[in-house]
């Protein structure tokens, strides 16, 4: 499995991006399709997550009501609608899949199993 993720860019504080993340390969419709970010001197930390075939979402409380996780199966896509975007919302965003447990863990970078090469979002004040 691959992933290409790509949409990021610099946004001045409120605005809007979406990213798009582009799986191919052997493709199950039940990987998680999970977000992350990455700050300068942070973790990795967990944004959003879904199912590829489109069924349940989860997301980050930070995140909540402001980015919302979407796919479109059929070309075994997943995008991050991210609105009213704030300073602190600045990382290298990565998409990544799992594949092998569900949602149980979707919050969890440890348990995905292939990244994207990440693709960097920069909101200034």
């Known amino acids: 499995v691959q992933l290409q993720a790509s949409g990021g860019g610099l946004v001045q504080a409120g605005g809007s991006l979406r990213l798009s993340c582009v799986a191919s390969?052997?493709?199950?419709?039940?990987?998680?399709m999970g977000w992350f970010r990455e700050a300068p001197g942070k973790e990795r930390e967990f944004v959003a997550a879904?199912?590829?075939?489109?069924?349940?979402?989860k997301y980050a409380n930070s995140v909540k009501g402001r980015f919302t996780v979407s796919t479109d199966s059929a070309e075994n896509t997943s995008y991050l609608q991210m609105n009213n975007l704030r300073p602190e919302d600045t990382a290298v965003y990565y998409c990544?899949?799992?594949?092998?447990?569900?949602?149980?863990?979707?919050?969890?970078?440890?348990?995905?199993?292939?990244w994207g090469q990440g693709t960097q979002v920069t909101v200034s004040s």
């Open positions: 390969g052997r493709i199950n419709r039940n990987y998680v």
């Open positions: 879904i199912i590829l075939s489109g069924h349940t979402t």
């Open positions: 990544a899949a799992e594949t092998r447990s569900g949602f149980s863990y979707y919050y969890a970078s440890g348990q995905y199993d292939y």
